[in-house]
């Protein structure tokens, strides 16, 4: 193997010895990632002649034997997911057999689906260059302008679009494009992870309609979709297309050498008495960080993916707690001096804008006071510069002008930034795919690039770090989606039955009995009209459905003195973040929210920098629905149902910023909420949570635990966050009678989580307990059992209770699970 270059040998060398001299080290976990030659297969017999030369020019000489092995599946008629590592090539894959059958029939088309804009841009960019005659590739989105439509409508043969223009303007339009749908040969649906959860939902009926609609046009596409490496491949894929799909996952191209650090930031002396080594310098560096509170994280309340459940807000709940550990991002500040001293050319990876420039300002302080001029050689990168900075920077980076870099994933996307010697990944950036594409950056030609993943206070990252092999080895993490869920199925076919009446043979396309429910409950409604030959949409327009869409709509943050809109909450988070006096973030400015209007969903704030924090308290109740399935194991019990859940905002704290001291309580008067939704339960009988050690008096706080940290573990199991699903403990509740924890799916229907859990239990409740037991505080803290988005306050939490509760339901349960889940998959079109 090749030798680390100088820059990260050194680098690391520098990490360990700095981290020999603290008592516990840093340090969790060393991993070396080899280096992998690429193994290239023949071009397929069936490769169209002149698609091979314009491969050939490109410089592609051969492709690599999983792009073949994907293509030819493809080519004999067989659905296909490609879920292999970025830039593993899973454009080639698709663009073989597309092209081919482009030329070999004249008359054929190619519809291309991309989660944004810009990957359709960038498609269109490589077919372009290939240069073939004939395909007329196009994208079509937002944007297009009329008289292109119609040229892309009439001419193009490669469409490129996003699944949002397929639902408002194809489907719907599917008589003008009845030539195309008649014609289609091939369906790409690329980077298909990003369709998960609710949206995911959504996406997969518009497949389903797609589908429908070439069958009425009696073609039948082969769908050929390209994902990140994921738990079970084949099984998200088939769902979100409702028909079996063949996974390739073998990565045949070649891969530098990595060598991978875990590093866990140190716990902080136990009497928290402001350390003056760093926290001063932190505020004078960056003002920002003030009003958030001293030496923790600012980075969690910031840039959240959109579509997301903003209640992100929420986390400056713990930014006023006393610190327990030295926060991820003063540490990911330190490596990144560390690195420029070194002479390693460093890119700092940090979620939020925020988080991307207080990096930056700290590493350039303390390089600029090391070594004068020193400091000019950092720089901070994100989202929001304008496009030619942006440029300018890569640039500077890669001629070595610039050796350290903080960004925010901004960079993850699009912009071919390689050759660098290390990177820094601060905070568990939420998927395995995520982690690599930026750990992908770092490495040069014939060297060996170091990763630093710097966990945060949180209990995944702490799980993280101390279980190398869940990142290194195969990944549990799968893409869940839940098309039966009734709030996404309902409005579905309302526009399958607006583009063509449904027929009793669709029902099982769009999901059986459900679907028949359904259908039935919309003809009651009078939305669907019943008529011999169908099922009949009554409107005169067309359903208003938002594939994006929360429920409810979003309310708007508005300036109250300038009218400017600041930007919007969902209604779900709405209660929470912004009632009559909370203290509301947007972009690192402080506001306090003057009045909620629920009528208008509108919250008018003024900018104010007060110098306490709110909190909202909240009362929940879950009541049980339905049990869809269970688990029977004598003193424990494992639930999957559906669940009424009723939250009430009562009341909010101010805390003291810094000290975390409450000033007082005052109650809200707030309606209750409602949320249909799916849960995974579990119950233990309290002669075993006696058994096991714990007392009756410590039961709330026990479970409580539990619960906190099971819900910080899910997204090991599912691509979701915190954020999106809640939670709910109880020393006995009424419906099950007994101790009972509960975790349940954020978004009306359900989104597929709660699923995923009750099929991964034993993993998942495994992995709760190991963040649990391997957080070396004493009595629980935020990278454990506290949760930044708790209604009570953190309040009773017992982290040994915790431990034994998990390990008396893991002991009860069977080894293996039984494969509780139906494989929901709705039989083959009838007519295909
Ligand atoms: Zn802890
Ligand atoms: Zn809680």
């Known amino acids: 193997m090749t030798a680390i270059a100088p820059g990260p040998a050194e680098l690391l060398h520098r990490l360990r010895a700095r981290s020999s001299s603290a008592e516990q080290s840093p340090i969790t976990h060393v991993e070396r990632v080899t280096a992998r030659t690429g193994r290239v297969a023949e071009w397929p017999a069936w490769t169209g002649p002149d698609v091979r030369e314009s491969f050939a020019r490109q410089g592609i000489g051969a492709p690599w034997e999983h792009q073949a092995a994907a293509a030819t599946l493809a080519w004999q008629g067989s659905h296909v997911v490609l879920a292999t590592g970025t830039a593993s090539g899973k454009s080639l894959a698709y663009q073989l057999p597309a092209l ?43 944007d297009t302008a009329r008289e292109e439509r119609e040229w892309v409508r009439q001419h ?16 719907p339009a599917h008589s003008r494009w009845a030539t195309f749908f008649r014609r289609l040969s091939f369906v790409v649906v690329d980077e298909c992870h990003a369709y998960r959860g609710v949206f995911g939902s959504h996406v997969a009926h518009v497949l389903r309609r797609l589908r429908r609609t070439a069958t009425r046009y009696r073609s039948s596409p082969t769908f050929i979709l390209a994902s990140a490496t994921s738990g079970d491949p084949a099984g998200s894929a088939s769902r979100l297309i409702g028909a079996p799909v063949t996974a390739v996952t073998e990565d045949a191209s070649p891969r530098g050498a990595v060598t991978f650090a875990l590093w866990e930031p140190p716990l902080l002396p136990a009497e928290p008495v402001e350390p003056p080594t760093f926290i001063p310098a932190s505020r004078s560096a960056t003002p920002q960080v003030h009003s958030s509170g001293p030496a923790h994280d600012p980075s969690r309340s910031l840039d959240r993916p959109s579509g997301r459940d903003p209640s992100h ?45 207080v990096v930056a300002s700290i590493a350039r302080r303390s390089l600029e006071e090391a070594v004068p001029g020193l400091g000019s050689r950092v720089a901070a990168y994100r989202g929001g510069y304008l496009r030619e900075d942006r440029r300018a920077i890569e640039r500077a980076l890669i001629s070595g002008e610039l050796l350290g870099l903080a960004s925010t994933n901004a960079l ?3 912009v071919d930034l390689a050759g660098l010697d290390a990177v820094l990944i601060c905070g568990w950036p939420g998927t395995r795919a995520s982690l690599w594409q930026q750990a992908g950056r770092a490495g040069r030609a014939g060297g060996e690039a170091l990763a630093v993943l710097i966990a945060r206070d949180d209990p995944l990252d702490t799980y993280l770090v101390h279980h190398p092999e869940a990142l290194f080895g195969r990944p549990v993490e799968a893409t869940v989606l839940d098309p039966a869920n009734p709030y996404v199925l309902g409005p579905q076919l309302c526009c399958a039955a607006s583009e063509a009446a449904l027929t009793e043979a669709d029902l099982e396309l769009f999901g059986g009995e459900a679907a028949r429910a359904t259908v039935q409950a919309l003809v009651a409604e009078g939305m669907l009209r019943e008529r011999p030959s169908g099922w009949y949409w009554t409107e005169r327009g067309r359903p208003d459905v938002d594939l994006r869409g929360t429920g409810g709509a979003p309310v708007q943050v508005v300036e109250a003195a300038t009218g400017r809109l600041l930007g919007t909450v969902d209604q779900g988070s709405s209660h929470v973040m912004l009632h009559a006096g909370a203290v509301y973030l947007h972009q690192g400015v402080t506001y306090v929210v003057d009045d909620l209007d629920l009528e208008d969903a509108i919250a008018l704030v003024h900018p104010e920098e007060p110098d306490w924090t ?31 859940v009723t939250s009430q905002v009562v009341s909010y704290q101010r805390r003291r910023l810094g000290s975390g001291e409450v000033i007082d309580t005052r109650p809200l008067d707030l309606p209750a909420r409602q949320l249909r939704t799916v849960a995974v339960w579990f119950t233990v009988s309290p002669r075993a949570l006696a058994a096991a050690g714990v007392e009756p008096a410590d039961f709330p706080g026990a479970l409580h635990a539990a619960e906190h940290a099971g819900i910080g573990l899910l997204p090991l199991m599912a691509t979701c966050d915190r954020w999106d699903i809640g939670g709910l403990s109880t020393a006995n ?20 989580f709660a699923e995923r859990a009750y099929a991964t239990a034993t993993a998942w409740l495994q992995a709760t307990r190991e963040a649990i037991a391997s957080c070396a505080c004493e009595a629980g803290c935020p990278s454990c059992v506290q949760s930044p988005k708790c209604g009570n306050g953190n309040h009773p939490l017992d982290k040994p209770g915790a431990v034994k509760v998990l390990d008396t339901v893991l002991a009860a349960l069977p080894r293996d699970l039984p494969a509780a889940l139906p494989p929901d998959l709705p039989a083959a079109l009838p007519s295909e």
Not at 740 to 746: C, I, L, W
């Open 733 to 752: 509740h009424p419906d099950t009678e007994a101790p009972t924890v509960f975790v349940y799916d954020g978004h009306p229907g359900g989104a597929g």
């Open 313 to 357: 807000g929420l986390d400056s709940d713990l930014e006023n707690s006393p610190p327990v550990r030295r926060s991820a991002l003063r540490e990911t500040a330190d490596l990144l001096t560390d690195a420029v001293v070194s002479g390693t050319r460093t890119l700092a990876f940090v979620r939020s804008r925020r988080g991307a420039e």
């Open 614 to 644: 709110t909190h909202a308290r909240d009362v929940t109740d879950v009541a049980v629905v339905a049990v869809r399935s269970y688990v029977d194991a004598g003193p424990v019990g494992l639930f999957l149902g559906e669940v009424d």
């Open 100 to 142: 081919t059958k482009l030329a070999a029939d004249p008359r054929a088309t190619v519809l291309y689906l991309a989660p944004t804009k810009a990957l359709a841009a960038d498609q269109l960019r490589a077919l372009s260059r290939l240069g073939l005659d004939g395909v007329r590739p196009a994208t079509l989105d937002g």
């Open 156 to 171: 193009a043969r490669f469409v490129l679009t996003n699944p949002d223009m397929l639902h408002h303007a194809l489907l």
């Open 412 to 414: 993850e996307l699009g």
